[in-house]
């Protein structure tokens, strides 16, 4: 599975930016899709994942704020963020779970302007 993310930028708060992961490859296997993020001198931690089945999970601190989607047709994920603030700042990783199996996309850099 490979995985190549887009969509990060600069913004200011209160803004939105949408991110967006294509999965390539033995995609018939994918059981999840998410999105991580690092922020300086912290650990990486989940945003956002979408089961195959639709299910979905968020962080408490982006609850109400983010929405992650997926389309089939495309093998692609989306993270739709609103609201965003300061503290939204990091880099933004896609991952997918495969047969037990974790795999990253390259990050993409998001930065909310206070």
């Known amino acids: 599975v490979q995985l190549q993310a887009s969509g990060g930028g600069l913004v200011q708060a209160g803004g939105s930016l949408r991110l967006s992961c294509a999965a390539s490859?033995?995609?018939?296997?994918?059981?999840?899709l998410g999105w991580y993020r690092q922020a300086p001198g912290k650990q990486r931690e989940l945003v956002a994942r979408?089961?195959?089945?639709?299910?979905?999970a968020y962080a408490d601190s982006v609850k109400g704020r983010f929405t992650i989607s997926r389309d089939n047709a495309k093998n692609t994920v989306y993270l739709q963020m609103n609201s965003l603030k300061p503290e939204d700042t990091a880099v933004y990783y896609c991952?997918?779970?495969?047969?037990?199996?974790?795999?990253w996309g390259q990050g993409t850099l998001v930065t909310v302007s206070s």
């Open positions: 991952h997918a779970l495969s047969v037990a199996r974790d795999y």
């Open positions: 979408i089961s195959s089945g639709g299910s979905t």
């Open positions: 490859g033995r995609i018939y296997s994918i059981d999840a």
